[in-house]
Every structure is written in C-alpha cells, then in structure tokens.
C-alpha cells in the first residue's frame, strides 16, 4: 500500500506566474482534499474531490482551481500567483469524508 | 457558517505533566471528530470520535466527545518532548481544522 505522495516538494515562482501542484491518493482512496497553510496557521480548506467530482470549496478565488483524475490522482492549479500564494499545499486522500484522512508530505510554495 | 475553534493555542509545558487540549465546533451534519497530530508537514491521524461519552485511548493518549456541548479534548499524560508538535482537530468532513494548539514540551 503507498501512501500519498506530494510533488514537487519545493517550488520558488515569480509573481504572476502559474503553477500545477500534483498529489497521488493512496491507493483505493477516491476522495482527495488541498489545503494551504500559512506558517503558525491550521490547514485552510481549498477544495475536496470525490469520483472526480468537486464536492467542496472553501473560501478561495477562482484562480485556485482542480482537477481528480480517473486514477483518483489530482492536481491544483493556481493562476496569477501572488506573494501571499506562498504557503505548504498540502493533499490528503481517504476512503470516503467522514473517515481518517491521509496527508502527503506537502509541496512549500515559494512566491516572489 | 460552520466553525472550529481550539485551544488553548500554543502550550509549553514541562517532560512528565498532563495537558488538555479543546475543541469546539459548530458544523452542520456532523457525524465525527478526528484529532491529527502534525510534527513537521503532513499531520498524522490520532483519534476518530463518533459518539458521545466514549473515551479513546492510545498509550498516554485519550480523547472524548461531548455531543451535548459541541465539544472534544485530547489529554496527553506524562508528556515527553516527542509529543512536541501542532494538534490538529477536524470536525469529520475534512473542510474546516481548526487553527491548531502548539505544544511544546521541555526536557
């Protein structure tokens, strides 16, 4: 059983730019959720997949966007980054919502 | 608007005390809480709390749900630096953590 894998690990990006942030569920694991946190802060919801299907959003602009893939992998998309992007995106997988969540190791945005 | 409020939020506390760490929450649905511990980047799953009353426990670690007060706490007995780390409490949907209680324990 692998568990959830995040890439990259690190990302340095100019302001403006775009950015694709990959996550591999564990394996069987259909629902996916991102979430951003801030240095001192708790996770902050971003979104959360299930079956390829966006079943939340939490409070964040259009340019954070998603994608689950068949194989329950996914994808966050950021558009026109900004300084305040920079964070620790983290993906977690689980079997359903409402069960244990499994968390990657996360991938360190830098933005400047 | 569902909620999630912790505390306290940041703890230092000496090798071998006892600490309690609350939760309270305001979500609608609710079905579960589970507590995450988060030492370094991604947190790991601790306890999931489905009923009221019933007290889960893991070595030094235990944790209970009042249904009634909207409320859990996580007790961490005869502390080691180990257990230093953020603790994380998800009132089950995986939506909304709240911002977490820094624990520090000194040798």
């Known amino acids: 059983e692998t568990g959830v894998t995040q890439s990259p690990t690190h990302l340095i990006k100019t302001r403006g730019q775009q950015v694709t942030l990959r996550c591999s569920s564990q394996?069987?694991?259909?629902?996916v959720s991102w979430y951003q946190q801030a240095l001192g802060q708790g996770p902050q919801f971003i979104f959360q997949?299930?079956?390829?299907?966006?079943?939340g959003r939490g409070n964040f602009p259009p340019r954070f966007s998603g994608l689950q893939f068949p194989n329950y992998s996914s994808e966050l998309n950021v558009n026109a980054l900004e300084l305040d992007d920079s964070a620790l995106y983290l993906c977690?997988?689980?079997?359903?919502?409402?069960?244990?969540?499994?968390f990657g190791q996360g991938t360190r945005l830098t933005v400047v | 608007e569902d909620k999630v409020v912790q505390s306290p939020l940041s703890l230092v506390v000496h090798e071998g005390d006892t600490v309690t760490l609350n939760c309270s929450y305001e979500?609608?649905?609710?079905?579960?809480l589970l507590w995450y511990k988060q030492e370094k980047k991604a947190p790991t799953f601790l306890f999931m709390l489905?009923?009221?009353?019933i007290e889960k426990k893991s070595g030094r670690l235990s944790s209970i749900l009042d249904k009634k007060e909207l409320s859990s706490i996580l007790n961490i007995t005869a502390t080691q630096t180990g257990d230093s780390a953020i603790y994380l409490c998800?009132?089950?949907?995986?939506?909304?953590f709240g911002t977490g209680t820094s624990l520090t324990v000194i040798p």
């Open positions: 489905t009923s009221s009353g």
């Open positions: 394996s069987g694991h259909n629902t």
């Open positions: 977690a997988s689980s079997l359903k919502v409402f069960t244990e969540a499994f």
């Open positions: 979500v609608t649905n609710f079905r579960s």
């Open positions: 998800d009132p089950g949907n995986q939506f909304y």
């Open positions: 997949y299930y079956r390829e299907e966006e079943n």
